[in-house]
């Protein structure tokens, strides 16, 4: 009985509220850079799931940035070119996911482990969420990771 309710969907009209209300959420100095290409580009998604899509992982990256969180990379961060009808969007960050730990991120449930210390809220079902959505847009999610240089989410989404 799910049911996306896909629409043409302004890439600027969707990511700049989100930027603003976790910049103002946040409880830490937070920088968040995008670059899009080409202006004014659009893409056909269901606007709930797809803004939700997006708000976890700016979520994520401003929780698991230490100190103060710096959402971007060398590459542009939250990038998003229109290559071959797809429309790309990485969103990089300072945090880092171990490789051992990175098979099982989008499991439903899994949290990194951290000892008994959780200092970062959550029920491990973000990245499940941005997965299971994503693939039902018809479309694909990775992550690389380097310690000390941090963590990029790759999102594809076919479009038109």
Do not use: W
């Amino acid at each position: 009985t799910f049911r996306l309710h896909p629409e043409p969907l302004s890439m600027e009209s969707i990511l700049e509220p989100l930027i603003e209300q976790h910049k103002l959420k946040a409880e830490k100095p937070v920088h968040i850079s995008t670059d899009i290409e080409p202006a004014g580009l659009t893409l056909t998604a269901d606007r709930t799931h797809f803004s939700n899509i997006i708000s976890n992982l700016i979520d994520n990256a401003i929780k698991y940035s230490p100190e103060a969180a710096e959402v971007n990379n060398p590459l542009p961060a939250n990038r998003l070119c229109r290559t071959r009808r797809v429309v790309e969007i990485a969103i990089s960050d300072r945090g880092t996911v171990s490789l051992p730990k990175r098979g099982h991120i989008f499991d439903k449930f899994y949290r990194v482990p951290t000892g008994n210390l959780h200092n970062v809220k959550g029920y491990g079902l973000g990245l499940f969420y941005v997965k299971t959505m994503t693939e039902k847009h018809g479309g694909s999610v990775t992550v690389k990771s380097e310690p000390g240089k941090g963590s990029t989410f790759t999102l594809r989404f076919p479009n038109g």
